[in-house]
Nanobody, 129 residues
């Protein structure tokens, strides 16, 4: 059974940092691209960052470039999202997902819209102003 379990969310003041973790099991982790997505109330789900199995050329949404860093540890079946300089606009439920695709900008955006692949239950991130 495929499982993706997010952790690390919480309440933080603007300018603060959080590190999200995604623990994966039930599939060959290093064959898959891992993505972080978020959905705020009354907004569409959007792709935040994605990283391929080979960790080359990760995708970042324009809104998080320079502030967020994605990484993965294939030996531990873990993925991470380091979020620095958080803004109130970053408030959302953050999801970890896995799919066997190349994380090109177009495919990542389609991934966010379609919801295909395997997904975790999400972790809430709240940034206060």
């Amino acid at each position: 059974e495929v499982q993706l379990v997010e952790s690390g969310g919480g309440l933080v003041q603007a300018g603060g940092s959080l590190r999200l973790s995604c623990a994966a099991s039930g599939f060959t982790f290093d064959d898959y691209t891992i993505g972080w997505f978020r959905q705020a109330p009354e907004k569409e789900r959007e792709a935040v960052s994605c990283i391929s199995y080979s960790d080359d050329d990760p995708y970042y949404a324009d809104s998080v470039k320079g502030r967020f860093t994605i990484s993965r540890d294939n030996a531990k079946n873990m993925a991470y999202l380091q979020m620095n300089n958080l803004e109130p606009e970053d408030t959302a439920v953050y999801y970890c997902a896995a799919q066997n695709i190349r994380p090109t900008p177009l495919l990542v955006k389609l991934w966010a819209l379609s919801g295909l692949g395997d997904w975790g239950q999400g972790t809430q991130v709240t940034v206060s102003s």
